[in-house]
């Protein structure tokens, strides 16, 4: 794609940016400030800025007058570049301070984004067989059963194949429906032994079917349910869909899902819950993609031990009780129509194995997606979600741990957390004199909350300019509005009202902080103390890899300043998104991957980090911005 | 057993019989008539008999006056013989005949009885482990699975085994409601390529078990259910259970069956009441065992085409259309619960496999328990069931086919035909010159009907003293009020209706008797066709034997004497009974010979003599008792 450069005045500040982005949002990527209060949406117009030079088109320009708009004005938030360009911020803006290049260029670094390295072969769990085998005579009168096995055999050199009393029923039928001409639908298994194939029959279809054979990898997060339809045969995804995981309203984390699911008819509930939210996300994907839901021959679905245990129905009491133990790792391939999806009924439904109470499939996936398993390199993979799961080592050694963090990264447990969806609060840049806030939301939506990334970014920020002290306290001097008493301590403004898209202001509240500090504290001393078990420092890694479903980055600079990844070169973090989703998709196109994920879960040693004394000591001098021990960072310089 | 020896005056006859052994039996037996019409229930008080010489143990003596007594009459069907003893026959009977010696010792003629010559090593198809895993700890928090499977391969070096999610969700119960101490439940499968098993976790129940481990046999015929419960580690029948198929109130043979599967949820309903009927032989058993449902850990079904098509559901229309082809022979194994059987819940039903649309898995099951398929003898196997299968050959070849002889051998079809079940008269003999008859019925109770052997018997018997002719038309001449007027032509009243258990005479019409002559046509005509694609005559065969759900036995003379038998040396006959039951117990003991059906099956050439023109020409021509052709039956000698 062409790349087009933006030089924004006076800060003299230039960007490269691909051709067509939103002149805020590369203001904000620049760290250039500008104002913007209603997340980019067009409704505040304060974002005015001028063209000095160069061409650009503007998306709505309402909110301009017509002598302005001459002068070269237009909203930041509504104009794409479409030549390199010079814009000038307006001086009208009281107090406005420039912030120092340095800082600003550290503020651009984002983990480098990571594709997965894994390449999967087109190998899929079920093949999809057209026969047309000869139709019975006098002489050739064996039953149908025979006669699918005998085509099987002899035309396609698939067998043996077993075949279940269900799809047998459908066979006479399904056979005849077309003269003879059907597709056979097998499920591929393996000898133990020799590892050579055998099949299972698990559906049958009158004619040639006139659309690919795809697979659902689903990520059953424990706050957000993601899905993709994913072309067997080629690996394509042709269509995403997410939601949160309606299990919501029965408890924010893990263990108060495990309480709920302990009462009368909970574990039904929350299982028929989690069922709808992905049923919905199947009927999302097929609308998207234009297909019907006969197109989908199997699923493949990761989340974390107490979501893959709630989503089958697995009891989860002794998940959380001394000394954690699962139900169920290993599970054989489970009808779709036991869990209730809507999926056509012998649809099997795999799910990823886990390894402990609180490293699940979701881990498993993940490190089959970033490929830690194959490599030389020393790797620490973090999963910034509902738990906080980070794996550490290489293709010799995978030691786990989960830390507890709770869901604050993903929005949950703050007031006006949110996951990373339209009209989360995504980007945010703070001006230092003033202390107002440039707000940039997913999708240009007003805004409805902030998602994780926009909370370390503000914290960040906020910590930098000095409203906020290294205790997570707002300091309580600050001559700006935004900071004020509200109903549980001090809290600072990020929209006001009107601007949004709620009919409230939205707020970050010192238990909201409090919460935060607490995850990012587990965090640490997690990865800290695993790697203390191989012996190691955060010094020692060749690269970190942040997973989680944030919103499109995570700012490395903000997450080192708040203390929730470690300081080191900045080049060693990569960003790989929903990985566990990504490790779905790849069993998904390739079974053999999906076996791999059954030995990367017996290879993986997991360390229970509530019974290591070493944990609670670091978590403690964790509980500071970014950390008690001020030498653990030296990158973070605290101007105030 | 002791024998003893009975000697009958005055016809000075001699019969060996074991010791207590009923004088009316002996007499039946030896061919030597009593009056006896109510079948042995001690009612009609016509059988008395003098004890001339021995000594007898009387059951009951109200009939016998008390000076008879004391002159030493009693009743023949209420006295057993307990030493050698002579028995003098009234001469007060009217016109009573001696029956002829030569004629009175073919009468007593029976195929030899045979057990299956193969002995099952036994070999369950599921196995059941007692597991005590040492509980979890802090170092050993491995899922309950995982737990589960290490003990199972590293304690009993079981592996690999794979789990659904069904037992899963119990494990973590049933494992603990015992500290640790359980059962696990097996099923072993074989890899295809190497045989080596694998294993599939079915059941866990907590503790110990305290029962031995069962399989329930069952012979699913279209007539009767049949049920054995076989202890799978010995290979003992500790219950054994039959009843009518209850499916008979929705059509008396295979072909109305169908018909009625077609209507609207006919099948569903054919389906449930076969299960219902297997649901009663299930409790049955248990309640003669004392034995509780959970020692059921498999089933294995053996019948004939179109009942294992509506056992398990599957479409059985096409088996009557041309080219007759089943929808499945090859069915995996099917949970319990989804036929509705009330067994555990993970109980897993095997069928056997068939051939075709009339030879079906009841036929292979037979064969496997007669053990043609590894003989060198060339061998006949006739199964006088509702269709009338037939099976030729030895080791290196089996033929197979179907006769479509209907239900009349079974009782069905015949006003007063009825299975060989309590009250079913099965012996029977008729004096030559008051052409009363002697009945006998299973289990000594008041007459209800005649079953098949009762009906060969008596057939043979009427031609012989000629009150029946070649056409199975009544002499109209006899005298004797027992042949009369009835409602469709002249009818034979074999008892009184104040001497049965009915309000009614028990008759065979013409209309039965035709019934029968095209069944038995049907039968010779199909072994005689049979063995003529092998290029044999039935002389050339070592053995005929045969199956079929009989009375105790079936007189060979009798067979023969009405066309159904080949007249060849009696010697090469034997009587297997209830084949199908014998080879679902086999498989049940021994799994391998499961998996030798499936050979067995597809090693079976099956004829459609339907499609064979001489078949109708041999039809015709044996619609004559014996024959038309006399020179086929020479040790026939009809004397009038
Ligand atoms: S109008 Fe552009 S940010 Fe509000
Ligand atoms: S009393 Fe003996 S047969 Fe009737």
Known sequence: MNRVSIHFLPDDVKIEVPYGTLLLDAALEAGVFIRAACGGSGACGQCKVRVVKGSVEALMEEKVHAAARAAGYVLACQTR???????????????????????????????RPMESPIVPEPDPMTIRVFMHPPAPATHDNVSDDERLMRTLKVEHEIYPVAAGLDVLKQLPHEARKEDWEFTAYLEVETCHDTHNPWYRLTRVQAGHPSYPSMALAVDIGTTSLWGELVNVDTGEVKARASRYNPQISMGDDVISRIVYALKKDGLERLQTQVVKGINEIVEECLQKSKLPVDCITYMVAAG????????????????????????????????????????????????????????????????????????EEMTLFIDIGTNGEIVAGNKDLLMTASCSAGPAFE????????????????????????????????????????CGSGIINIISQMLKIGILNQNG????????????????????????????????????????????????????????CLLDKIGLTVDALDRVIIAGAFGSFINLDHAVTIGLLPDIPREKFLFIGNSSLKGARLACIDRKLYQKSREIAHAMTN????????????????????????????????GQ
Chains 1, 2 share one sequence.
């Open 81 to 111: 570049a479409i030549s390199d360009v010079t814009i000038e911020i307006p001086l009208a803006k009281v107090g406005r301070k420039v912030i120092p290049r340095d800082e600003a260029e550290r503020m651009r670094l984002t983990a």
């Open 304 to 375: 974390n031990t107490v979501m893959t245990h709630l989503f089958l129905g697995l009891y989860p009491k002794y998940l959380r009780e001394w000394p954690y133990v699962p139900a169920a790792h290993n599970v054989a391939p489970v009808p779709a129509s036991v869990l209730g999806l809507n999926l056509p009924p012998q649809t099997h439904v795999r799910v990823f194995p886990g390894v402990a109470s609180y490293v699940g499939g979701d881990i498993v996936s993940g490190v089959l997606a970033n490929g830690m398993w194959q490599d």
């Open 411 to 450: 929005g949950g447990g703050l007031e006006f957390g949110m996951r990373a969806a339209p009209g989360a609060i995504e980007g945010i840049l703070i001006d230092p004199e003033t202390f107002e806030p440039m707000i940039r939301t997913i999708d240009s939506k007003p805004a409805l909350g902030i």
């Open 473 to 528: 306290k707002y300091a309580s001097d600050a001559k700006t509005p935004r900071i004020r008493e509200g109903r549980s301590g001090l809290e600072y403004v990020i929209c006001w009202a009107k601007e949004s898209g709620l009919n409230q202001d939205i707020v970050l509240t010192e238990v909201d902080l409090d919460n935060i500090l607490r995850a990012k504290a587990a965090m640490f001393s997690g990865y800290t």
């Open 607 to 638: 360390v229970e980090l509530s019974e290591d004394p070493t944990y609670m000591d670091n978590f403690m001098a964790a509980l500071f911005l970014p950390h008690t021990k001020v030498e653990l960072f030296p990158s973070v310089q605290l």
